[in-house]
């Protein structure tokens, strides 16, 4: 099953893949419903969740509303820190997470807008180096696992500020690897050469520990948040979160 799962997400492209794999992930959700995990998105329980990734990780994907570990842990984050769930907010989310769009297009309290360059789940085709809103718009900006694949991530962090209202905020999370500082090379162009160099064939950089830095040098702030070291081991273990992951919280600078 790993090695299944690791190669169609390296070689199926991801438009497709969110498309289809809700269709053949249903047929799993049925079969393997019990109560030793739980999903807090769709509040599905699971003898396990289904393995993902590239190097597949075992007990991390929800096969009823497709959320992964790290979606896990910003929904929890979101309902117990912040009032994304109870205030009137302007949300823009760049590349859209199937887990939540539905869920988040059905809370009244929010005037949702979803947008991506190619993704067939976002309603506004929009390059995010090049933001198509004016200044101050919204209150909420999610962008996951984006700013790896992008040009100039400098520029992108700055159109977030630009539209950000003044008190808002967004959650800018990427993967972010034990290196001391972000490996990039334009230069590197070729996708199986991306893949050694970035680990995916689509990424043009691989974040160190200078990520939160980084993005602070286009002008917006960055909260790195540790959440989930506040949480219980029980609940780690009952939502199969990930237990070291960092949570990029930006700011209106």
């Not at 969110?18 to 047929?27: A, D, E, F, M």
């Not at 972010?176 to 996708?191: A, G, N």
């Amino acid at each position: 099953m790993k090695k299944i799962i690791s190669f169609i997400i390296r070689y199926i492209p991801r438009p497709i893949l969110q498309r289809v794999s809700p269709i053949g992930l249903s047929i799993m959700a049925k079969v393997n419903r019990g109560d030793t995990v739980h999903c807090n998105v769709c509040e599905t329980g699971y003898k396990k969740f289904l393995p993902y990734g590239r190097v597949a990780r075992a007990n991390a994907l929800c096969p009823n509303c497709l959320a992964l570990e790290r979606h896990r842990l910003m929904w929890l984050f979101l309902k117990e820190k912040t009032e994304f769930f109870q205030k009137p907010l302007k949300v823009l989310h760049v590349a859209p997470e199937h887990c939540f769009i539905d869920r988040f297009e059905a809370m009244e309290n929010l005037e949702y807008i979803t947008a991506d360059i190619e993704s067939p789940l976002a309603k506004v085709k929009m390059d995010v180096h090049d933001i198509p809103f004016e200044d101050n718009t919204f209150d909420v900006i999610f962008c996951n696992h984006v700013l790896e694949h992008v040009d100039d991530d400098m520029r992108v962090c700055s159109e977030f500020n630009r539209v950000l209202k003044p008190d808002g905020w967004g959650i800018l999370q990427s993967p972010v690897y034990d290196l001391p500082e972000t490996l990039e090379d334009p230069s590197i162009t070729d996708p199986a050469e991306r893949e050694k160099a970035f680990g995916q064939r689509d990424h043009v950089r691989k974040y160190g520990r200078d990520y939160a830095e980084r993005l602070r040098r286009s002008g917006i702030g960055i909260e790195e948040n540790q959440f989930v070291k506040e949480l219980p081991k029980e609940i780690i273990q009952r939502f199969a979160l990930p237990p070291n992951e960092t949570i990029f919280v930006c700011h209106k600078a």
